[in-house]
């Protein structure tokens, strides 16, 4: 059952992504990285991940694709024809897609990632909740990576206003 | 495991049927308040008191022609109304409308799926049905559909924001995002009166929500996705037949669910005296089902930069700040109390 399940969300989830690259049509493809983020959606849900998974398609199945769709549709289908290449586009492409695979299948080797379980366990997501249990760990282990995040947004932010109001 | 199985299907079952019959009714209840509201007399021809009327309506609308224009983008074309629909159901999966209940010598939930995250499961599935009207605007290769489509990706990025924080408030209080607990947390009364809900301890979190959760619907005055009067009907222009009514159905569904989460986060949910919880829970969502509809003959639309001025300008700050204040009680009540 569970297999099953996996295996067709897995297979809906790279499908999506690779209907991102291929459809020719810009809206297409937003609408195919909506279907691979929500198939990640449920891959979360099946690692009993409720938070997250609820979090990726608030955030990025929905929010995040909603501008872009957005964008997509404002700027309209002359945009997207004009076909600008960089000088040796297609050959960069390739050799950093290939070193991006090496280096993913190097990764996965089961002896290198051992799969061994983080701190939180199934026991205490049962015990104190999945959004509470998120939350203690956000602002306790892993407080300063979390900071850093914020500042990082928050300069995303600023570059944002600066670029929009150039003449604030 | 059969008969757990079982129990879903029947839920799923009476979540469907509940939920379509409470469209179709809703469609006659607008009309009849709408009239009201107007001096009018509104259905009165099908049935006592029109009562037949959705009935009527409903197989009209399946016995229309089908009309698809010719430069629509077919797959997303048909797409559209079905991802509406969906997402409107499926948001009801977590609404609890009563506590457990001993039928048949097993404890039923009256809730579908009684999930960690409940209310957010709600928010999601609100932000997934908003492809349907942003994708339907677009198919069409109509420059009024792919108007309304854009102000409804502009208008839910603008107000979901709001609607998220002002349920924190709600959040912070209960601890919880099952609405099983929170509804449990609002048990009881205040000086042996005052039911202990929400809306008084969060007055500004549910006023914010209300409000946002009027423009999540895309109901008037925030109606601006349709906005008849400058985008002939909007995002679904070229919809015809039952596409259409799929469209319709979807928005009178969300306008449930949200009625449903009002009551559930702000007005005590199932609790009452004396009626049992179901009834209760159907009496409140009622109130707010109507005063959609006394929203709708009452207020004019807003103009679209005065939509877009208010939820950035004011509804965003004002949640900002119902969090903190909401925030800082919490921790102060824990270290002095």
Not at chain 1, 25 to 32: K, P
Request: with cysteine; hydrophobic share 60%.
């Amino acid at each position: 059952m569970e297999l099953a399940l996996f295996l067709s969300v897995g297979a809906i989830a790279i499908l999506g992504a690779v209907g991102v690259v291929t459809l020719r049509n810009a809206v297409h493809s937003a609408l195919s990285l909506i279907t691979n983020m929500v198939a990640l959606a449920v891959l979360f849900l099946m690692l009993n991940a409720q938070f997250v998974a609820i979090v990726q398609i608030i955030v990025y199945a929905g929010a995040v694709m909603v501008l872009f769709l957005f964008v997509i549709m404002l700027l309209g289908e002359k945009a997207q024809e004009s076909r600008e290449r960089l000088p040796g586009q297609r050959v960069f492409a390739i050799a950093l897609g290939a070193l991006l695979l090496a280096e993913i299948i190097y990764v996965a080797q089961p002896n290198l990632l051992p799969g061994l379980p983080g701190k939180a366990t199934t026991d205490m997501v049962a015990q104190g909740g999945n959004v509470q249990l998120v939350g203690r760990l956000l602002l306790s282990d892993y407080v300063f990576p979390f900071e850093l995040t914020s500042v990082l947004l928050l300069v995303a932010i600023v570059g944002a206003v600066v670029l929009a109001k150039r003449k604030l | 495991m059969a008969e757990t199985l079982a129990i879903i299907f029947v839920k799923c079952g009476a979540i469907l049927v509940g939920l379509l019959t409470g469209f179709a009714y809703m469609t006659w209840v607008e009309r009849k308040v709408v009239a009201r509201i107007q001096v009018r007399y509104g259905p009165n021809r099908v049935g006592p008191f029109g009562l037949m009327q959705p009935v009527a309506d409903g197989l009209k609308l399946l016995f229309k022609e089908d009309i698809m224009p010719a430069q629509a983008d077919r797959l997303t074309y048909i797409l559209a109304p079905a991802i509406s629909l969906i997402a409107a159901l499926m948001a009801f999966a977590v609404i609890t409308i009563g506590p457990a209940v001993n039928l048949f010598g097993r404890e039923v939930t009256l809730n579908l799926a009684d999930v960690n995250v409940g209310v957010l499961y709600v928010l999601a599935m609100a932000s997934m049905g908003v492809y349907g009207i942003i994708l339907g605007g677009w198919s069409t290769n109509n420059k009024y559909s792919f108007l309304g489509g854009l102000r409804s990706a502009a208008q839910v990025i603008s107000y979901e924001l709001s609607l998220g924080l002002s349920l924190v408030g709600v959040l912070l209080l209960t601890g919880s995002l099952r609405p099983l607990d929170i509804v449990q947390a609002q048990g009881g009364y205040w000086l042996g009166f005052i039911p202990r809900w929400f809306i008084f301890l969060q007055p500004v979190g549910a006023a914010l929500f209300m409000i946002c959760a009027v423009a999540d619907v895309n109901r008037a005055p925030f109606d601006l996705p349709e906005a008849d009067t400058e985008l002939v009907a909007g995002y679904h222009t070229d919809y015809s037949s039952i596409k259409f009514a799929l469209f319709f159905m979807a928005e009178y569904i969300n306008m449930i669910t949200m009625s449903a989460l009002t009551v559930t986060l702000f007005f005590g949910g199932w609790q009452g005296p004396l009626l049992p919880p179901a009834l209760w829970f159907s009496l409140k969502v009622l109130v707010f089902l109507f005063c959609f509809v006394w929203l709708r003959a009452t207020l004019p639309r807003l103009r679209y930069d005065r939509l877009m001025g208010l939820g950035w300008k004011v509804l965003l700050p004002l949640a900002l700040a119902n969090v903190f204040v909401t925030a800082l009680a919490v921790v102060l009540k824990e270290m002095y109390f």
